[in-house]
C-alpha cells in the first residue's frame, strides 16, 4: 500500500512556551484518508507508530503494562480488536506525539500484544505546548485514572531526570513536594488553593532530588516529610554540608553524650518513635517529622559550638517554623508568585 508524509501547515504559529521535545519526529509516513485542517485521519504501520515519541507526561509505561485491561486485550478480537487498533497523536510545529496509545505501542515492540495489519490514527494539530499537555490530559484521563505517582513520574521524564536509588525511582513523591513547597500534605492545604502542579514541582527541585539520589536513599528513614527536609535544606544551605547530614542519618550515625543525643540521633529516635507508634507513615505526620527533621539539621549545621541552639539533647527535638523556610526556597527558586506551586 502507497503511503505519503502528512504535510506542512502553515497555521501553526510558534510559541514562548517550553520546547517541544527534541526527539520527536518529524513527517512520519502515514496514508492520509481524510484533513478537515484541525484533524487528521490516516493509517499507518505499528513500526511507525512505535517510533513516534511519547508525550513528554506520559506515565510508566511497563508498570502500566501489567494492567488488567490490558492482559485482557491480548485475547482481543472483533471490534474490540479494531478498537485497540486506533491511536491518537499530536502535531506541533512539525513533530508528531503520541497522545494515547503508548502502552500498546509498548506491548507491540515486546511481541506481548498481537499486531494489526495497520493501525487507524487520528492527528490533531496544536498551536502550542500548553494545548499539547491540555489534549493528553483529555486523552489520558479517559483511559486511566492518572495518580500522583503518574504525575510525578511524568514530571521525571519531563526533566530528563533518571532517580537510580530505590527511594525516588518509584515516584511517590506527592507528599514531600506538598510540604517542600506548602508546608503540608494536600488535605492540610486551604481548598482555596490549586492543586500544586506536580510536573513542574519536580521541575523545580530537579537539582536537589540529584543529589539526593546520590547518597541512594532508603524509603526508611526517607519518609516523605525527611525527604521534604532534604529538598529544603539542599535548596537553602550548602549542599555538601546537608548531604553529610542526611548520609549519617540513612546510615544510623548519630552519637550520645552522657545520655545525650546529637541531632542527627534525635532525628533518628523521633522516626524509631514514630515507626514504633505507627506514625511514621501517616501522611498527617509528615509535615511535622519535616519540621523537626530540618530543625536537627539547623542545628547540626551550626555545630555544637553554637548558643543559640543546644546540640546535645536530652529530650525530644522541636520542630523549627516551616513558612519562613518556604518563602526563602520559593523566593530562591524564583516562584513566589505562582499559584500552581
Known amino acids: 500500500m502507497s503511503r505519503k508524509p502528512l504535510g506542512n501547515r502553515s497555521g501553526l504559529g510558534r510559541t514562548a512556551e517550553p520546547a517541544p521535545d527534541p526527539n520527536a519526529l518529524s513527517e512520519p509516513s502515514f496514508r492520509v484518508l481524510a484533513d478537515t485542517g484541525g484533524v487528521t485521519t490516516a493509517e499507518m504501520t505499528v513500526d511507525a507508530w512505535i517510533a513516534l515519541p511519547h508525550h513528554p507526561h506520559q506515565r510508566n509505561t511497563v508498570r502500566h503494562s501489567r494492567a488488567v485491561h490490558l492482559k485482557q486485550a491480548k485475547q482481543a478480537a472483533g471490534a474490540v480488536a479494531n478498537h485497540l487498533a486506533h491511536v491518537v497523536a499530536a502535531r506541533l510545529e512539525g513533530n508528531y506525539y503520541k497522545i494515547d496509545g503508548h502502552t500498546r505501542s509498548y506491548l507491540w515492540e515486546q511481541g506481548k500484544l498481537p499486531r494489526p495489519a495497520l493501525l487507524h490514527v487520528t492527528i490533531y494539530q496544536v498551536s502550542s505546548r500548553a494545548e499539547l499537555d491540555a489534549l493528553y490530559e483529555v486523552f489520558d484521563a479517559s483511559t486511566a485514572a492518572k495518580t500522583r505517582y503518574d504525575q510525578v513520574y511524568g514530571g521525571y521524564q519531563e526533566c ?140 547540626w549545621l551550626a555545630g555544637p559550638e553554637t548558643q543559640r541552639n543546644q546540640y546535645w539533647l536530652k529530650t525530644s527535638i522541636h520542630a523549627v517554623a516551616l513558612e519562613p523556610l518556604l518563602e526563602q526556597v520559593k523566593f530562591k527558586k524564583g516562584i513566589q508568585d505562582d499559584p500552581m506551586l
Open 160 to 299: 530528563g531526570f533518571q532517580p537510580q536509588s530505590k527511594r525516588l525511582r518509584h515516584g511517590f513523591l506527592n507528599d514531600a513536594l506538598n510540604i517542600a513547597l506548602r508546608g503540608g500534605i494536600r488535605g492540610q492545604q486551604s481548598r482555596t488553593l490549586p492543586e500544586v502542579n506536580l510536573y513542574r514541582a519536580v521541575a523545580v527541585f530537579k537539582p536537589e532530588l540529584e543529589l539526593l539520589d546520590r547518597i541512594n536513599p532508603e524509603p526508611r528513614p526517607f519518609y516523605s516529610g525527611v525527604v521534604a527536609a532534604a529538598l529544603i535544606g539542599l535548596t537553602l544551605y550548602p549542599p555538601d554540608r546537608v548531604l553529610d547530614f542526611f548520609k549519617k542519618l540513612q546510615g544510623g550515625e548519630g552519637n550520645r553524650k552522657e545520655g545525650r543525643s546529637d541531632p542527627v540521633d534525635a532525628v533518628l529516635n523521633l522516626i524509631q518513635q514514630m515507626t514504633l507508634e505507627k506514625r511514621a507513615a501517616q501522611t498527617t505526620r509528615q509535615a511535622e517529622l519535616c519540621a523537626r527533621t530540618l530543625r536537627g539539621l539547623l542545628t
